[in-house]
């Protein structure tokens, strides 16, 4: 066996040493890594993202120092990576747009899973949150699924970041009703039912008036999981309550005139 021989032999031998090794390592390191990331306050599915991005980091690392090893010219290899890390990028530009949407929609937590949230086209409640997409799940169960650059870039309402919710409904009554037996009537419905608040005290008041009827504002505070339970509760109660009180509910009219 000629020197030349033995000493690709030995460097060959180094640079599987060192992959070997470097594969022991890169197990322990992530180990450590996902235990860490399991008492920070990050939301969990940002572990998998940066367990398999300190792998692909730590295996070209170790590609690299054994390469370097073995003899191999390693500026050839970073360059070839280089221009396919170029190309994928490109290809990829709106998943790369999704994905960053992504982080920062984690990092931020504009909405969290079970919130429900709208944008200016979709709305429902957030069923999961990845990396590239948001997924909502509307109330007649159909399932929305919309990419985080989108998300990340809208205006979006979130109707269960807040433990209480203002309900506000209106209700126009005729001009010629007694207002002040109306607001008894609302007041009552208010407070049959358990889930409104006392405090902040309900509001009730004339909103606007015109020729053909009186808006009455009715303005109560619920728990946002009650909302629509006591809105739909509200909506029903006083059109019942009106009808029993012989209160005549005033309608959008339209008047037509024949000509001869």
């Not at 390191?29 to 993202?49: P, Q, Y």
């Not at 989108?150 to 209700?171: G, Y």
Request: glycine content about 6%; hydrophobic content about 45%.
């Amino acid at each position: 066996m000629s020197d030349k021989t033995a000493e690709i032999l030995i460097h060959a031998g180094i640079a599987f040493g060192i992959v070997l090794a470097g594969y022991i390592l890169l197990s322990i390191a992530c180990k450590i890594i996902l235990k860490a990331l399991r008492k920070s306050s990050l939301d969990e599915v940002l572990h998998t993202f940066i367990i398999n991005s300190s792998k692909i980091v730590l295996w070209i690392l170790i590609a690299v120092t054994a390469l370097s090893y073995a003899g191999m010219p390693v500026s050839a290899f970073l360059a070839a990576l280089g221009a396919a890390g170029l190309a994928i990028a490109l290809a990829l530009k709106d998943s790369l747009g999704n994905f960053a949407g992504g982080i920062l929609i984690i990092l931020t937590k504009p909405f969290k899973n079970g919130d429900y949230i709208e944008d200016y086209e979709t709305a429902g409640q957030v069923e999961t949150i990845d990396l590239l997409y948001t997924t909502l799940i509307t109330y007649d169960n159909k399932v929305i699924t919309i990419p985080n650059g989108k998300l990340a870039n809208s205006t979006i309402v979130n109707h269960s970041s807040k433990q209480d919710r203002r309900v506000d409904c209106i209700f126009s009554v005729d001009p010629h009703e007694d207002i002040e037996k109306v607001k008894e009537i609302l007041q009552a419905v208010v407070e049959s039912n358990s889930d409104i608040y006392e405090e902040p005290v309900p509001i009730i008041g004339i909103a606007g008036q015109s020729s053909g009827k009186i808006d009455i504002d009715l303005r109560v505070w619920c728990g946002s999981r009650n909302y629509q339970d006591v809105k739909y509760y509200l909506e029903e109660q006083v059109k019942l309550a009106f009808e029993e009180a012989n209160i005549l509910m005033a309608y959008p009219k339209m008047e037509v005139r024949l000509k001869k």
